[in-house]
């Protein structure tokens, strides 16, 4: 059996080959970074590879013999191997290339990846380092450099990948690269929703990869390029728009980037701080100043996840949180209206409030320390769990037929009403959620109604 990849490339070396790690596989170590993906790579044709791996017993899959990409399970890991080869691209295309050629040459499988840093190549066998286009020099510099004058020119999503790879990486990236990237930046007009999805989040969680914290910096390399405007117009309308300055150091725009990077590593806070404004300006157009942009910016941010083909869950998760930001701003909810207010969000969502409502005050770039409101929502809401405040119908002491047999009820409506106000009561008196406390405060409010 095929355990490691040193028995793999043996396997590889037995039929006239050599296995070559490449990408992160060789840049990552040299960083003293951890290498999460095993990216191997051969002149061995796809259909050679496959029977490799069945002489092996080597299990594949994800298997894109057209592109050259085979997957392989090896021990505990997974990695895409992929023949030499060169391709082309054509306006349009989107990340496809239109082109594929198989080549037997290391150097011309090279010339056809992004950055230098990605173009290192290790012998797996020797353990030698090929090196064709300076990527050990650029590493030693921490710099992103484009293969040639034509990388960025090929591949729409390189402009994406250049922006995330520098912001997880903490790399500078190189002027003429950028500069390549910006008269290129209609590419992006090109790609799927998906492919743009994929990349924004990944930019979004960017310090979850390495720790490295450059959102703010990645949000600005894309405003920069122009590709904002082409892949996240909601947000460069509040470029230059301007909010008081006793609150706010930052115009809309460069706020939502300050409260994405300080909103906790998780991907629908991240989307929810980054969108959380993005009604302010049309809502100043309508009516003269920022009068519920809450919930324009709800609507606008569905809108868009849903061009980004987002999941419905996440998409409507993200919608409620930027739906109720601006709740009990000055502080002067009482306790019982935020524990009442708290159970008709939901656990989840309230943890959820708590965390924008910081990152939205520390995004401000004017306020640094704690959150008056926020850490009083905390308070309530672990005085809640201590207490067992019961956040769904489900936890209720009693159930939908408790209240129809006790009460002489037929199912409808009417139960699902008792059952709410059975929760809102519980979420004041939360030691009243005994089955049979319960049902003679169901039978008062039948009686009452």
């Not at 290192?120 to 020797?126: A, H, M, Q, S």
């Not at 460069?236 to 150091?249: D, L, M």
């Amino acid at each position: 059996m095929i355990t490691t990849l040193h028995q793999l490339a043996e396997c590889f070396k037995g039929r006239g080959s050599t296995l070559y790690g490449v990408g992160g596989m060789v840049r990552n170590p040299l960083l003293g970074l951890p290498v999460d993906d095993y990216d191997v790579c051969s002149d061995m044709q796809p259909e050679q590879v496959l029977e490799l791996a069945a002489e092996e017993g080597i299990q594949t899959g994800g298997a894109g013999t057209e592109l050259g990409m085979i997957e392989l399970v090896v021990g505990d890991i997974i990695c895409q191997h992929t023949t030499f080869r060169h391709e082309s691209y054509e306006e349009g295309c989107g990340h496809r290339p239109r082109n594929v050629a198989f080549s037997r040459s290391l150097s011309e499988d090279a010339k056809r990846r992004d950055f230098t840093v990605n173009t290192l190549y290790v012998d797996i066998l020797k353990d030698e380092i090929i090196d064709p286009f300076g990527g050990l020099e650029d590493i030693k510099k921490r710099t992103l450099r484009a293969v040639d004058e034509h990388t960025m020119a090929r591949d729409g999503v390189r402009i994406l990948r250049m922006v995330r790879f520098g912001a997880e990486l903490g790399f500078d990236i190189d002027e003429d690269t950028f500069a390549a990237a910006g008269e290129n930046v209609h590419l992006l007009k090109d790609l799927s929703p998906m492919w743009i999805r994929r990349e924004l989040d990944r930019i979004l969680l960017c310090d979850a990869k390495y720790g490295n914290h450059g959102l703010v910096a990645a949000m600005e390399r894309l405003e920069s390029l122009g590709a904002l405007d082409i892949i996240l117009p909601e947000i460069t309308q509040g470029r230059g728009v301007t909010q008081r300055k006793e609150y706010h150091k930052y115009d809309v725009m460069n706020h939502l980037f300050h409260a994405a990077e300080k909103a906790p590593c998780r991907l629908e806070l991240r989307l929810a701080a980054l969108l959380h404004d993005i009604g302010k300006p049309e809502s100043r157009r309508t009516t003269g100043r920022m009068y519920m942009h809450d919930k324009i910016s709800a609507e606008m941010a569905e809108k868009l996840l849903k061009r980004l083909c987002y999941p419905g869950e996440t998409t409507e998760h993200v919608r409620e949180l930027i739906r109720h930001h601006m709740y009990d701003l000055r502080g002067e909810a009482k306790d019982a209206t935020i524990r009442t207010w708290m159970v008709l969000r939901g656990r989840e969502l309230s943890r959820g409030l708590i965390e924008l409502r910081r990152a939205d005050v520390w995004g401000s770039g004017i306020e640094k320390g704690p959150v008056v409101t926020a850490d009083r929502w905390e308070r309530v809401l672990h005085e809640m769990e201590r207490r067992g405040v019961p956040f769904t119908e489900n936890e209720l002491a009693v159930s939908g037929r408790d209240i129809m047999t006790a009460l002489n009820l037929p199912a409808g409506p009417k139960v699902g009403s008792v059952k709410r106000g059975l929760l809102l009561h519980c979420a004041r008196v939360p030691e009243d959620n005994k089955r049979e406390v319960l049902l003679k405060i169901a039978r008062d409010l039948v009686n009452n109604s």
